[in-house]
């Protein structure tokens, strides 16, 4: 179904026209889609009614068991699908824009930034004019991602993946995969210790 209604340039801008807002607010869908699809969700158990939740029908936006959408969160799967598995928790403010996927546990704390799309940057077109493109961000099971850090997806369209119990430090700017069990911080984020499976201590790298 889907490969047909992209295959069909006509249908698909109709279906388009159907589903989205007239500018400027041509990113968020139409009143009667946000009540059959978006309000529901609202309902979910650990979703702030405070939260933004810009969830189009055609891409995922799965929410797991015990997990946690705070206050002021935005959620936005326009470009891809949103994959919160079980136990994952969004601190207040946090912007998460698709296609994203948090393994279970994983924790962000209050601002984090993840940003799974990138705007072209051709100075002969205003910005939103421009060509979108996927930028996929993978957090492993248990991540961990300090206040206000900015998480953004790679240029060229591969995966970025913070790995398992990972943590990022606060404010951090993360543009490149994080390894499993090792502690990052800065801009660029850069790996600072890793954790010593024989000593059972983080060590300095
Ligand atoms: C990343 C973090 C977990 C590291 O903790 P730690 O293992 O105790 O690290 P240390 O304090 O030994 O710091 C290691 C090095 O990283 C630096 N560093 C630590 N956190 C940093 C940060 N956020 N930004 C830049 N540098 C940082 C330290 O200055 C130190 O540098 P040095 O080796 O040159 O002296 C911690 O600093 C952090 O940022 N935690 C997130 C806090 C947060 O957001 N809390 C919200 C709770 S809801």
Redesign the pocket.
Known sequence: MKNVIKNNPTLKRILLKVLFRKKPYNARVRWFIWVFTILPVYFRRGISLQSRLDLVPFHKFQFGRFSRIEKGVVINNGMGDVILEDEVHT?IGCVIIGPVTMHRHV?L??YVRILGMHHGIDPDLPHHYQPSTKAPIVLEEDA??????VIMGKKNGNTLTLGKYC??????VVMTDIPAYS????NPAKV??KWDFITKE?V?V
């Open positions: 601190g924790g704390s209050q961990f991602v300090g206040t206000g850090t943590r990022i430090g606060a404010n951090s502690i990052a911080v800065g600072v210790k983080w300095k």
